[in-house]
């Protein structure tokens, strides 16, 4: 089975500009994420999606992060301004919501300078 | 608050020998998973530790889990330089969701 896709591997933005990033999960797999991971840390969970609908977002930056799914496939995750903190490797996933775990892509690498 | 917390940090082996990653939660959890991921890839699942006592093992690799004492070790036996990997393990925040809090990781290198 094809794994989850993710765009861009790698952009490189100014402080203050906007970037969007793409998801297209595991066909069938109705529960989608957005997970940050900051260098040498763990990956924290930004937003989970079930379907079309926020499960929780309780850790996303809404003030400029926004994210959304439509039509319960792909998701974009978009951050309006950015910060030099932003910095970061922005992983997907998905999964079937069962007990196994989920699919990780390949995820992007954004830098803010 | 669910912390997960891996020690150690860093780990530095000579190929053959022997060494264990530990991970500690801090809440109840039934569940438990390993991840591996090498350096500017993404997570790769390892192991799914569904209860307690439960133990899976691949290759050089054996996880085990002891809820009780929310514990779960990762052995390394006669390691490889192939198994240089950041290592993370992950408990669901609560019962029965799928929200995961990640450990710190235990980055291991190991010298031919």
């Known amino acids: 089975e094809a794994g989850v896709a993710q765009s861009p591997r790698y952009k490189i933005i100014e402080k203050r500009q906007s970037v969007a990033f793409w998801c297209n999960p595991i066909?069938?797999?109705?529960?989608l994420y957005w997970y940050q991971q900051i260098l040498g840390q763990g990956p924290k969970l930004l937003i989970q999606f079930q379907n079309n609908g926020v499960v929780d977002d309780s850790q996303l930056p809404k003030d400029r992060f926004s994210a959304e799914r439509l039509k319960g496939v792909d998701s974009t995750l978009k951050i309006q301004p950015a910060k030099l903190e932003d910095s970061a490797v922005y992983l997907c996933a998905s999964s079937q919501g069962t007990v196994y775990g989920y699919t990780f892509g390949s995820g992007t690498r954004l830098t803010v300078v | 608050e669910l912390k997960v917390e891996q020690n150690p940090l860093f780990l530095s082996m000579q190929e053959g020998k022997n060494y264990t990653i530990y991970c500690n939660y801090s809440?109840?959890?039934?569940?438990l998973y390993w991840y591996r991921q090498d350096p500017g890839k993404s997570l790769e699942s390892l192991f799914v530790l569904l209860s307690n006592g439960a133990v899976k093992q691949e290759g050089r690799l054996m996880a085990s889990l002891d809820t009780k004492a929310r514990l779960s070790t990762l052995h390394i036996t006669a390691a490889v330089h192939d198994l240089s990997a950041t290592y993370f393990c992950a408990v669901p925040h609560t019962s029965g969701t799928y929200k995961y809090i990640f450990g710190t990781g235990t980055r291991l290198k190991v010298l031919a």
């Open positions: 809440t109840t959890s039934d569940r």
């Open positions: 066909s069938g797999h109705a529960t």
